[in-house]
C-alpha cells in the first residue's frame, strides 16, 4: 500500500473522533513532517473532500479546527 493510500486509509469511520478531528490531524501531520508548508494554504475544501472521500462540509470544519489551533 502507497504511502497515500494509508493515509487515506487512516479515517476511521466507526471511531469515536470525528471525521474532521481525524482529518485536521491529519493535515496537521503534513504540515509538521515538511509536506505541506505552515506560512501557505491547505488545499481547498473540495479538494481534501476529493482526496479523502469525505463531504465538504467535513473537511471545511476541519479547515476551522486547524484555524482554531493556530
Known amino acids: 500500500m502507497s504511502d497515500a493510500e494509508e493515509t487515506k486509509s487512516s479515517l476511521d ?3 469515536a473522533r470525528p471525521l474532521y478531528v481525524q482529518l485536521a ?3 496537521a ?4 513532517s515538511g509536506e505541506l ?6 488545499p481547498s475544501e473540495n479538494h481534501l473532500a476529493d482526496e479523502y ?3 465538504r462540509l ?13
Open 13 to 15: 469511520p466507526m471511531s
Open 37 to 42: 508548508a505552515p506560512d501557505r494554504p491547505i
Open 25 to 27: 490531524d491529519i493535515i
Open 29 to 32: 501531520g503534513k504540515i509538521k
Open 53 to 55: 472521500g469525505v463531504a
Open 58 to 70: 467535513t473537511a471545511r470544519r476541519a479547515a476551522q479546527e486547524l484555524r482554531g489551533e493556530g
